[in-house]
């Protein structure tokens, strides 16, 4: 008697965190906006969401405005991300970041294993992991990009290429710290290109992410585990991506740096 009523009790909590999967809407600024032009975006942002928090919302600024950006966000749901940081904690490595450092001036988020990372900066998978190591260490959220480029969607290794690229960013990556990580499927050809996936594409390589994790993990981390989609997400493609059952939220780019168009894309959530 009393072993079912566990069992019933695991199994109902489980459900409560299937159905509780909270949508996230994150914005990556890039290289755009001096400091002023940060705190016009987000306060914009902040007066357009009032008190709706139907969904987590996200605003990674550029290195130098996410201290002013900060100070506009206290007080509100919008939390703070960084776009970038090093794995080693300090020393000799101009030009680098720590997680402490973003930590210090109030971010909980950083981006992780962006495609101009890995294309333009030669950003390997094995980097890529060591900063997500260090990132959890350090308390940091990861939002961690993969995805595949047009050649590789064309010679049908889609799948492939993301199995891989997960495996070896998550390698060592505990189930406990696998909770502060947010996966972004961001296909490469689909970003600041105007082509979107479709629903469907989008859906399916989702739903493929979320048996990887389940393979590696448990059921209770794929469940669990927050998927994003990335590019060009926009007002009027948001929706149908959203509505989509593994589809998790948005990382956005060209469309988060006007706040009426980042707001929209909220607001179809
Ligand atoms: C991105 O940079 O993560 C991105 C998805 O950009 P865009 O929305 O412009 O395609």
């Known amino acids: 008697m009393f072993v079912n009523l566990v069992m019933e009790f695991r199994k109902f909590n489980f459900n409560l965190e299937v159905k509780m999967r909270k949508k996230v809407i994150a914005g990556n600024w890039k290289m755009n906006n001096d400091i002023n032009e940060s705190q016009n975006l987000v306060s914009g942002i902040i007066n357009g969401l009032g008190n709706d928090d139907k969904c987590d919302v996200i605003v990674c600024p550029p290195f130098t ?10 007080e509100t749901q ?34 992780l294993g962006h495609s101009e990372r890995r294309t333009i900066f030669n950003e390997i998978d094995e980097t890529i992991n060591k900063k997500i190591i260090k990132a959890t260490e350090s308390v940091l959220k990861v939002i961690f990009c993969i995805g595949e480029t047009l050649s590789q969607r064309e010679k049908g290794t889609t799948n492939d ?16 710290d696998l909770k502060n990580i947010i996966i972004a499927y961001e296909p490469v050809w ?12 989008a859906q399916d390589v989702h739903s493929f992410i979320r048996n990887l994790i389940k393979e590696n993990y448990s059921s209770e981390a794929a469940e669990g585990i927050i998927i994003q989609y990335g590019g060009s997400v926009n007002p009027d493609n948001a929706a149908e991506l ?21 707001l929209s894309i909220i607001a179809s959530v």
């Not at 970003?191 to 469907?200: D, F, N, V």
């Open 65 to 74: 405005s996410l201290n002013d950006v900060n100070s506009l966000i206290k």
């Open 78 to 111: 919008v939390k703070l991300g960084a776009q970038n940081m090093y794995f080693e904690e300090s020393g000799a490595y101009t030009g680098e970041i720590s997680a402490n450092m973003l930590k210090a001036v109030g971010c909980e988020y950083v981006i």
């Open 161 to 176: 290429v993301v199995r891989l690229q997960l495996i070896k960013g998550l390698q060592d990556v505990s189930e406990v």
């Open 190 to 201: 689909a970003i600041g290109t105007g082509k979107t996936a479709t629903p469907e594409q």
């Open 242 to 262: 959203l509505s989509q059952k593994d589809i998790d939220g948005a990382l956005v780019g060209g469309a988060c740096l006007k706040a009426d168009s980042f």
